[in-house]
């Protein structure tokens, strides 16, 4: 606002024409110090302050005032960011407003508190990948998180961490979740396995650990060597298969047929074939490799009419277990659950099981404990 004292004297156009020339504008309207219009110059008093302009509404000075300190220019305020050599324009309640608590609000709530390093064109460096810190800046802006194509949540997500954004941090958790691809959980079909099968060299073992074979139809197989520890089989077919000296250490064969199978040498260290059907089963191995189910959870198993000549059940579980023909010659059983084994109608050893309805038991190792006596056969 400039102030300058003139003489008032002629009419309301001669005042315009002085004011115009001292002014350097063309000025067009009279205004008195309240804001009233001047429309003759008789209005005018001695040491009246007259504002004059180009037909501007009056605007009053006193209230025009600049904000109280610590608010001047808060909102209005235009930053300049350098952010690893790329530039940001953007407002300081942009970056102060939507996230309080923020590095970024500490760093521009408070001028020079921060003590802020410029560059030449005044701009504020920020030693971080401009790439990422772009969705942040427009997450700032209008509270939505998008991302270009191309561009790694991840990597938003750590300069997310940095900055302290909270709130866009959980956006991020939930979108990276979103756009991994789900878990395949589907179990392998025949088809599949046996391409695994034809890929797969005589002299090398397959690795299967952990996979899930349930419901396949795995019958007639050459499974032989084969590492099935921990894998899903159950309600698996694979009768007539050929398991001799496969891994089978903690895997689920609940429900799975395995009638004449091929079992020698076979690992099922506490495995679960509860419900399976093992009948006509061979564990017996010429060359005098005995198969495993030490600690095996077999209850329920129809093993009607197997070869079980050396078999290791020791501390496995055969509760209600069918062994009717069985042969278990050389067989440990020390702490096996035997509890209403074999056929209900043949009369059994107490805490044992009849293993021997026509079949063979004897020199097996068989230990266990009854209220009255503690016997070994």
């Known amino acids: 606002m400039l102030l300058i004292v003139v003489a008032v004297y002629g009419t309301l156009s001669d005042l315009l024409s002085v004011a115009s020339s001292k002014l350097g504008i063309k000025a067009t309207s009279v205004y008195n110090g309240k804001g009233g ?19 501007e509404p009056f605007i009053d ?38 996230e309080p608590d923020s590095m ?78 789900p878990e395949d959980h589907s179990p392998i079909s025949r088809k599949e396995f046996v391409r695994f099968l034809l890929a797969t060299p005589t002299k090398s073992e397959l690795r299967c650990q952990g996979l899930n074979f349930s419901g396949a139809d795995l019958s ?21 298969a050929n398991l001799c000296c496969a891994n089978l250490e903690r895997a689920d064969l609940s429900g799975s047929v395995l009638d004449c199978a091929n079992l020698q040498g076979v690992k099922m260290l506490c495995s679960n074939a509860e419900g399976a059907s093992l009948k006509l089963c061979n564990f017996e191995d ?18 009607e009419g197997s070869q079980m000549t050396g078999i290791n059940l020791r501390v496995a579980t055969l509760k209600n277990a069918k062994l009717k023909n069985c042969n278990l010659r050389g067989a440990t059983l020390a702490g096996t659950d035997l509890e209403n084994g074999a056929d209900s109608k043949t009369p059994s050893w107490p805490y044992s099981a009849d293993c021997v309805c026509g079949g063979l038991l004897q020199p097996a190792l068989v230990l266990w404990t009854a209220p009255w006596r503690k016997e070994r056969c």
Request: hydrophobic share 40%; charged share 25%; proline share 4%.
């Open 37 to 55: 219009l001047i429309d003759d110059i008789a209005l005018i008093r001695d040491d009246d302050v007259l504002f004059v302009c180009e037909g």
């Open 61 to 98: 000075p006193q209230t025009d005032s600049k904000p109280p300190e610590g608010l001047s220019g808060f909102h209005t305020d235009w930053l300049t960011l350098n952010v690893g050599g790329r530039y940001f324009t953007t407002t300081r309640s942009t970056l102060v407003n939507k």
């Open 104 to 181: 970024l609000a500490h760093m521009f709530k408070d001028k020079g508190v921060w003590g802020n390093k410029q560059d030449h064109r005044g701009a504020f460096l920020i030693d971080r990948s401009p790439e990422y810190f772009e969705p942040i800046l427009n997450y700032l802006r209008h509270g939505q998180l998008i991302v270009n194509d191309g561009i790694n949540l991840l990597g938003v997500l750590e300069e997310a961490r940095f900055f302290g954004i909270d709130s866009l941090i959980e956006h991020l958790e939930v979108a990276i979740k979103n756009s991994q691809p």
């Open 220 to 240: 007639r197989l050459d499974l032989r060597y084969i590492n099935f520890k921990m894998a899903n089989l159950s309600r698996c077919n694979l009768a007539h």
């Open 286 to 303: 010429p060359s005098g490799l005995k198969a495993n189910l030490e600690g095996a959870n077999l209850k329920g198993v129809d093993m």
